[in-house]
């Protein structure tokens, strides 16, 4: 079964990568806390990475319940 991600640790994990001023550094960010959790890592789109709400939905879309 794989492993689900709630609401808050996407808040939390979108947060954490925002932080990254640079966007193009914002992925490796993302991937490094990702894994910190326990999460396979996929490539973000990089027109992902551009807000925290995007960045929000997309880990929901990937790694939240189906």
Do not use: C
């Amino acid at each position: 079964m794989a492993k689900r991600m709630s609401k808050t640790l996407a808040a939390e994990i979108a947060d954490r990568t925002m932080t990254v001023v640079n966007p193009a550094n914002r992925g490796l960010t993302l991937n490094a806390t990702l894994q910190r959790h326990g999460f396979a890592t996929v490539p973000a789109p990089a027109d992902r990475m551009t807000d925290r709400a995007a960045i929000i939905a997309w880990l929901l879309e990937t790694y939240g319940s189906p």
